[in-house]
Every structure is written in C-alpha cells, then in structure tokens.
C-alpha cells in the first residue's frame, strides 16, 4: 500500500524557514515524479513544485520561486522541502503527492502538515 | 499559464438526483484533465483521469466527459456520502487547479 507521511509543519514568523518531509513506503519512490501542494485555510488547490524520479530536474509555481527548495533522497525513501523568506501568504496545508504509474497527476496524496505564518 | 474555472461554485441537490459540474481550460489540454473530490480535513482523492477514466475503486455514478478546453464531471445519483467539494485540474502543462465545486446533498 503507497504510504506518504508529511511531517515538519509549525509556527514560524513571517521572513523565517521551515523544511518539511515526506516519508514515502509501499512503492519504488526512485521510480517515481513528486510533487508539493498546498491549500490555504478555506481555500483551494495550488500545486507548489515537482521533482523527477532523479532528482535532477525541479520545476517550482512561480509564487514561491527563489524562495522554495524541493529536494529528495531516494536512499531514505523522502521528499523535502525547504521553505525560506516565508510570508503570511504561505500558511496552508501542504501535502505531498505522487504521480500515476502512467501519467503525471497525483494519485495518491498525504495526510498533509500545517504551517502557518504569523507574527 | 493555464487558468481552470468550475461552475457552480455550490451546488444542492437532492439525494438521487443527476448533477453536473463544468470546467473549462483557459487555453487547449486535450484530454489531460482530471477530477478529485475533497472532504473536510482530508486528502483529495483522484476519482477521473485523461478527462473520462474512472480511477479504480470510485463508483461507477461518477463519470467524466470533454476535451480541448470544456469538461464535465456528473454524478449520475447522488448519495449522501458524496457531500464535498469536487476539483478538476489540468494537468498538460504544471498543475492548475480550478477554484472547487461544493455539493451538499439535502
């Protein structure tokens, strides 16, 4: 059974960083794109970036471009991403996703970790 | 970038009831459309792929139709446990979202 378990949210104050996880099991996380996004309280749906099965190609929503880090580590099975200059605006759920065997839209979702943003 | 916009923003019906939820793409995705219904708290959940392939696992009451730009998600009888908010996204080019569909079944 594909698993993927967000971790790392919190408080942090606006301008400061936080660097969230994704602990993946049940599948060949080498195998596969992932990706982050995010929904603000009461809100909808906003892809925030990707990463290829290597590690080697990101692409980010241009929101959080320069300031958000995607990465992974296919030895530890986890997703990471690293948020600095956070703002107000970033305060959302953030889940991590992970696309179909056969196409590039998240099948199968975490249960998400909150950050919020406030002084 | 590409723009989704779902219409209505909610909707009520009655349990049994055949309703229907539009998307359109603010420019040409083919056919690389997909629904995902979202319950309070939870994770969204993939229910329709390539804008008609029903995912494995989700009744058959949900179908998806459309491409180029105009797609429809409808859900033959409404049940109970089908009160949600519903999401298509496009996923040609990125990822793009449309705004949510909530559906309270009376």
């Known amino acids: 059974e594909v698993q993927l378990e967000e971790s790392g949210g919190g408080l942090v104050q606006p301008g400061g960083s936080l660097r969230l996880s994704c602990a993946a099991s049940?599948?060949?996380?080498?195998?596969?794109?992932m990706n982050w996004v995010r929904q603000a309280p009461g809100k909808g749906l906003e892809w925030v970036a990707h990463?290829?099965?290597?590690?080697?190609?990101?692409s980010y929503v241009d929101s959080v471009k320069g300031r958000f880090t995607i990465s992974r580590d296919n030895a530890k099975n986890s997703l990471y991403l690293q948020m600095d200059s956070l703002r107000v605006e970033d305060t959302a759920v953030y889940y991590c996703?992970?696309?179909?065997?056969?196409?590039?839209?998240?099948?199968?979702w975490g249960r998400g970790t909150l950050v919020t943003i406030s002084s | 970038d590409i723009q989704m916009t779902q219409s209505p923003a909610t909707l009520s019906a009655s349990v049994g009831d055949r309703v229907a939820i539009t998307c359109r793409a603010s420019q040409y995705i083919s056919t690389y459309l997909a629904w995902f219904q979202q319950k309070p708290g939870k994770a969204p959940k993939l229910l329709v792929y390539?804008?008609?392939s029903l995912e494995s696992g989700v009744p058959s009451r949900f179908s998806g139709s459309g491409s180029g730009t105009e797609f429809t998600l409808t859900i033959s009888s409404l049940q109970p446990d089908d009160s949600a908010t519903y999401y298509c996204?496009?996923?040609?080019?990125?990822?793009?979202f449309g705004q949510g569909t909530k559906v309270e079944v009376k």
């Open positions: 996703a992970r696309d179909r065997d056969d196409a590039a839209l998240p099948q199968h």
């Open positions: 049940g599948f060949t996380f080498s195998n596969y794109w």
């Open positions: 990463i290829n099965p290597a590690g080697s190609e990101e």
């Open positions: 996204q496009q996923y040609n080019t990125y990822w793009t």
């Open positions: 390539e804008a008609s």
